[in-house]
Structures are given as structure tokens and as C-alpha cells.
């Protein structure tokens, strides 16, 4: 199947073309029809397989089909631009990367779009909103902070997206998504995306969705066959030690690291700078402007590693991303799916190597029970892992949403064990001081 043969306008096949789109996904050409066609739809599918272009697209098209049919009506020829499709996405990013997409899609269309998300002034969005959007690209707050200024008016949409919607409601943001399909006529059209759909996301597309059509283009919880998985076991306190040799042994030059906390992102960009390895991290507490700063120097070279926490593990598209690494293993199995999702993506090959330490054994295998498969171990010379070192006693775990605070003093200290002896308390306290001479990174 071709794009030609999806029924779209010759000036959205040449902006694709400039794309390098070649061939539609499966996504993209199960979606599309589905769209065109006006239907709800409720579709399943990895990140990294096209979903953007599988609504922007068709979206596109009715829209400008739609002013088509109005260019004689009245209020055409005053220039009124009532808002057509409304997207929602769950993280500034991902807001940001639809944005772009859409903007490429429609470039040689009379179509305006504008994304909008917090972080940043008000006042520049609501300026833009008063000349009149076709698409709006939002995230749920900043969203209803502008209909509370009535800046923007709802009542004209006639295509709702919730993108990422299994991460929407990880994030809490259900009240405020029933607060702005309030405020959406009755009559519309509702298309939820989502890599899995929980029971939780089930009971919401029940309620938002009519008669909708179902598409699923990969398994439940499974990782592309693009990405090759690997685990490296490691004593925690030689983690930052690995994974600088680990960079500069192997040449990587683009990797994005994932830490639980924003404390450790922040620690871990700071000491592979110091190794050596231009570094910066990436999280909540960063302005949206270091954020993006942050994103643009490593898609364009200017740094080596990017270290995330949780925020980054959906919405970040950078092209050819070759490695990811997981630091700390997430506390959820499903993130760590979403995580390594950031590679392998759009048919590209990718590697995730796993640096798994004694206490994260049992999340390895949450992991691995997840995608119904064991992940292949890496060893290297001079890390083998310390046979004294014991597992430390398990934390109870707090509330998803509170995770990032309530964890943030965690694992700050290299583990001990006072039983060894003093033969092994001598080695061990030497190694500290290798460690500590090289700047390791003791989270």
C-alpha cells in the first residue's frame, strides 16, 4: 500500500514526500481509513510507529475537505477560524513533537495550528489563539488555564485526540480531561491513542468514545524487534563508573540515560561531565526553556548523553537514537517498555542496556515476566559484581504520583556490609577510594 492510495490531497502527499515517508505504516494505514471515514477510533500501538502521521494526516484532510465546502459561506469570507481538532498529549514534549509534525504535514495547506503547554508565559499563547487555529496541540492545564481566560472556545471542535492516554492517566490527569470534554460539543469525533489499554483506560474510552473501531498493530506490553535488550549486572556504586567506561570504550556518541529521580539526573549529568562526557539532564524541575535547550543540543550533537527522568520516556522523537540506557530500573515494568521505546523506532535498529545492581533483581524480573522473555547479560572486565554485597531490605513503595519526592533521598550511599571482615572491609573501603578518586557516582 502507498500513501497515494490512502485517498489524500496532492499538497499533504508532497509535504510527506519531503519527509521521506516512503510507504505508510501499519498504524498509518489501518488508522487513516478509519479516520477519513469519520468513526471513533481506539488504537493500540508502540511508540515509534508512526501515530502522529496516523491522525495528522487525516485530520489534515477532512480540515481542509471542510474548506472546501465553506470557502462561498458568509463566514468564510470574514476570516473566522473556528477551532476543528483539539489534541491532547500528557508531557510538553510530546505536545511539542505532534506540533511539529503537524506544522510539517501542512505546509503547503491554508491550515493554522498551535501548540500550547505550561512552563512557559501565558500571554504569547492567548495572542496567537485570538488570530484563529485550526488544530490546537495542548496539555490538559495549560489548556483549561486558557478556556478559564476565554481565550480559546471549545465549542466549535469537531475531532478529539487523546494521545499517550495510558500515560495521561498515569500523570492524574483524568479530572482535568473530563473537565475539558465538558466543555466539547456532543457531536464529534473522539480518537484515543494509547500503547496499552488498561482497565482504567478501557472504563474511559467507554465513556468518551461511541461505537468506536479497534485497531491493534503490536502485543501488549512488548519492546520493538528492533531493539536489541541487554542487562549488565553491577554493584550500585559503580554504576557511573561503567557507564562512562561503557560510553568512551564503545564511541557512543548519542545516549539517553534514565535516572527515577530528578536528584540523580541532575548528579549523573554533572559527573559524567566531569568524566569527560559532555552531559545534561532532563526532568520536571528544569524550565521549559533548559528543557528544550537540553533536547535540542542532543539531537543536534552538542552533547553526548542526555540523562531523564520518567518525563522523557514518552513524546522524546529523535531520529536515530542508537542507545538508551536504563540507570536505575523503573519501579513500574510497563515504563520500561516506554523507555527503551525511544530507540529502535521507524524501522532503525537500537540497543538498551539494562545496569541492574542486587536490590533491582526483583524489578529485572517484573521486566522480564512482562515482555515474556529473559534478557540477555553482558559482562565486562574489572566490574564484576561484589559476591559481599547483600541486597538491601525493601521499602515499602510510595503512591505512583508522589514517587519522585518520596524517593529522592534514596540510594544516595554506597551499601556496606559490616559482617564481611575485616579482609573484605579493607578491599571494599579500597575500592571506595578508586571509586571516589574517579569521580563515581554513588546513588
Same mark, same amino acid.
Given at each position: 500500500?502507498?500513501?497515494?492510495?490512502?485517498?489524500?490531497?496532492?499538497?499533504?502527499?508532497?509535504?510527506?514526500?519531503?519527509?521521506?515517508?516512503?510507504?505508510?505504516?501499519?498504524?498509518?494505514?489501518?488508522?487513516?481509513?478509519?479516520?477519513?471515514?469519520?468513526?471513533?477510533?481506539?488504537?493500540?500501538?508502540?511508540?515509534?510507529?508512526?501515530?502522529?502521521?496516523?491522525?495528522?494526516?487525516?485530520?489534515?484532510?477532512?480540515?481542509?475537505?471542510?474548506?472546501?465546502?465553506?470557502?462561498?459561506?458568509?463566514?468564510?469570507?470574514?476570516?473566522?477560524?473556528?477551532?476543528?481538532?483539539?489534541?491532547?498529549?500528557?508531557?510538553?514534549?510530546?505536545?511539542?513533537?505532534?506540533?511539529?509534525?503537524?506544522?510539517?504535514?501542512?505546509?503547503?495547506?491554508?491550515?493554522?495550528?498551535?501548540?500550547?503547554?505550561?512552563?512557559?508565559?501565558?500571554?504569547? %499563547?492567548?495572542?496567537?489563539?485570538?488570530?484563529?487555529?485550526?488544530?490546537?496541540?495542548?496539555?490538559?492545564?495549560?489548556?483549561?488555564?486558557?478556556?478559564?481566560?476565554?481565550?480559546?472556545?471549545?465549542?466549535?471542535?469537531?475531532?478529539?485526540?487523546?494521545?499517550?492516554?495510558?500515560?495521561?492517566?498515569?500523570?492524574?490527569?483524568?479530572?482535568?480531561?473530563?473537565?475539558?470534554?465538558?466543555?466539547?460539543?456532543?457531536?464529534?469525533?473522539?480518537?484515543?491513542?494509547?500503547?496499552?489499554?488498561?482497565?482504567?483506560?478501557?472504563?474511559?474510552?467507554?465513556?468518551?468514545?461511541?461505537?468506536?473501531?479497534?485497531?491493534?498493530?503490536?502485543?501488549?506490553?512488548?519492546?520493538?524487534? %528492533?531493539?536489541?535488550?541487554?542487562?549488565?549486572?553491577?554493584?550500585?556504586?559503580?554504576?557511573?563508573?561503567?557507564?562512562?567506561?561503557?560510553?568512551?570504550?564503545?564511541?557512543?556518541? %548519542?545516549?539517553?540515560?534514565?535516572?527515577?529521580? #530528578?536528584?540523580?539526573?541532575?548528579?549523573?549529568?554533572?559527573?559524567?561531565?566531569?568524566?569527560?562526557?559532555?552531559?545534561?539532564?532532563?526532568?520536571?524541575?528544569?524550565?521549559?526553556?533548559?528543557?528544550?535547550?537540553?533536547?535540542?543540543?542532543?539531537?543536534?550533537?552538542?552533547?553526548?548523553?542526555?540523562?531523564?527522568?520518567?518525563?522523557?520516556?514518552?513524546?522524546?522523537?529523535?531520529?536515530?537514537?542508537?542507545?538508551?540506557?536504563?540507570?536505575?530500573?523503573?519501579?513500574?515494568?510497563?515504563?520500561?517498555?516506554?523507555?527503551?521505546?525511544?530507540?529502535?523506532?521507524?524501522?532503525?535498529?537500537?540497543?538498551?542496556?539494562?545496569?541492574?545492581?542486587?536490590?533491582?533483581?526483583?524489578?529485572?524480573?517484573?521486566?522480564?515476566?512482562?515482555?515474556?522473555?529473559?534478557?540477555?547479560?553482558?559482562?565486562?572486565?574489572?566490574?564484576?559484581?561484589?559476591?559481599?554485597?547483600?541486597?538491601?531490605?525493601?521499602?515499602?513503595?510510595?503512591?505512583?504520583?508522589?514517587?519522585?519526592?518520596?524517593?529522592?533521598?534514596?540510594?544516595?550511599?554506597?551499601?556496606?556490609?559490616?559482617?564481611?571482615?575485616?579482609?573484605?572491609?579493607? #578491599?571494599?573501603?579500597?575500592?571506595?577510594?578508586?571509586?571516589?578518586?574517579?569521580?563515581?557516582?554513588? %546513588?
Amino acid at each position: 500500500m502507498s500513501f497515494d492510495s490512502l485517498g489524500l490531497d496532492a499538497k499533504l502527499l508532497q509535504a510527506i514526500q519531503e519527509q521521506n515517508y516512503t510507504e505508510p505504516t501499519p498504524i498509518q494505514q489501518q488508522a487513516i481509513p478509519v479516520i477519513l471515514s469519520g468513526k471513533d477510533l481506539m488504537a493500540s500501538a508502540q511508540t515509534g510507529t508512526g501515530k502522529t502521521a496516523g491522525f495528522g494526516l487525516p485530520i489534515l484532510q477532512k480540515l481542509l475537505d471542510q474548506q472546501t465546502n465553506t470557502t462561498n459561506k458568509p463566514e468564510a469570507k470574514k476570516g473566522r477560524r473556528p477551532l476543528y481538532a483539539l489534541i491532547l498529549a500528557p508531557t510538553r514534549e510530546l505536545a511539542a513533537q505532534i506540533g511539529d509534525n503537524i506544522r510539517d504535514y501542512s505546509r503547503y495547506l491554508p491550515i493554522r495550528s498551535l501548540v500550547v503547554f505550561g512552563g512557559v508565559s501565558i500571554n504569547p %499563547q492567548m495572542m496567537k489563539l485570538r488570530g484563529g487555529v485550526d488544530i490546537l496541540i495542548a496539555t490538559p492545564g495549560r489548556l483549561l488555564d486558557l478556556v478559564q481566560q476565554n481565550a480559546v472556545d471549545l465549542a466549535t471542535v469537531k475531532v478529539l485526540v487523546l494521545d499517550e492516554a495510558d500515560r495521561m492517566l498515569d500523570m492524574g490527569f483524568i479530572h482535568d480531561i473530563r473537565r475539558v470534554i465538558a466543555k466539547l460539543p456532543k457531536k464529534r469525533q473522539n480518537l484515543m491513542f494509547s500503547a496499552t489499554f488498561s482497565d482504567d483506560i478501557k472504563v474511559l474510552a467507554k465513556s468518551i468514545l461511541h461505537d468506536p473501531q479497534s485497531i491493534a498493530v503490536a502485543k501488549t506490553n512488548s519492546a520493538s524487534e %528492533q531493539i536489541t535488550q541487554y542487562v549488565h549486572r553491577v554493584d550500585k556504586r559503580r554504576k557511573r563508573e561503567l557507564l562512562s567506561y561503557l560510553i568512551g570504550k564503545n564511541q557512543w556518541q %548519542q545516549v539517553l540515560i534514565f535516572t527515577r529521580t #530528578k536528584y540523580g539526573a541532575n548528579h549523573l549529568a554533572e559527573q559524567l561531565t566531569k568524566d569527560g562526557i559532555k552531559a545534561a539532564a532532563i526532568h520536571g524541575n528544569k524550565s521549559q526553556g533548559a528543557r528544550t535547550k537540553a533536547l535540542a543540543d542532543f539531537k543536534h550533537d552538542q552533547i553526548r548523553a542526555l540523562v531523564a527522568t520518567d518525563i522523557a520516556a514518552r513524546g522524546l522523537d529523535i531520529e536515530l537514537l542508537p542507545y538508551v540506557v536504563n540507570y536505575e530500573l523503573p519501579q513500574v515494568a510497563e515504563d520500561y517498555v516506554h523507555r527503551i521505546g525511544r530507540t529502535g523506532r521507524a524501522q532503525n535498529k537500537g540497543q538498551a542496556i539494562s545496569l541492574v545492581c542486587i536490590d533491582e533483581l526483583p524489578q529485572l524480573k517484573a521486566i522480564e515476566k512482562l515482555i515474556k522473555m529473559p534478557i540477555p547479560e553482558l559482562t565486562t572486565q574489572g566490574f564484576a559484581v561484589d559476591p559481599t554485597i547483600k541486597a538491601e531490605p525493601a521499602k515499602k513503595t510510595a503512591p505512583r504520583r508522589a514517587q519522585g519526592k518520596s524517593q529522592s533521598t534514596n540510594n544516595r550511599s554506597a551499601p556496606t556490609n559490616k559482617s564481611s571482615g575485616n579482609a573484605n572491609s579493607g #578491599k571494599l573501603a579500597k575500592r571506595q577510594a578508586t571509586s571516589k578518586h574517579k569521580s563515581s557516582y554513588t %546513588q
